[in-house]
Nanobody, 115 residues
Framework: QVQLVESGGGLVQPGGSLRLSCVGSGFMFRTSGMSWYRQAPGKERELVGQIASLGQSTDFADSVKGRFTISRDNAKNTVYLQMNSLKPEDTAMYYC????????WGQGTQVTVSS
């Protein structure tokens, strides 16, 4: 069974940083691209960024370029989302996702940016 477990969310002040983690199992992690999405209340889910299977390429939404980075440790079946210079508009539930026959989602981890 595909399983994705996110962690690392919390409350942070504007300008602060958080690192989210996603541990995957039940699929071939090392050959799978990984994605991070987020969804704020009343808004549609949006793609934050993606990382290729070996980390050879990444891309990001314009809203987070220059502030967020994605990395992965395939030996640990883990992908990370490093979030810097956080803004209140970054407040959302953050999800990691893979496409493995179908698209799979984790339970999400809440990020709240507020003073």
């Amino acid at each position: 069974q595909v399983q994705l477990v996110e962690s690392g969310g919390g409350l942070v002040q504007p300008g602060g940083s958080l690192r989210l983690s996603c541990v995957g199992s039940g699929f071939m992690f090392r050959t799978s691209g990984m994605s991070w999405y987020r969804q704020a209340p009343g808004k549609e889910r949006e793609l934050v960024g993606q990382i290729a299977s070996l980390g050879q390429s990444t891309d990001f939404a314009d809203s987070v370029k220059g502030r967020f980075t994605i990395s992965r440790d395939n030996a640990k079946n883990t992908v990370y989302l490093q979030m810097n210079s956080l803004k209140p508009e970054d407040t959302a539930m953050y999800y990691c996702s893979i496409h493995w026959g179908s698209r799979y989602w984790g339970q999400g981890t809440q990020v709240t940016v507020s003073s």
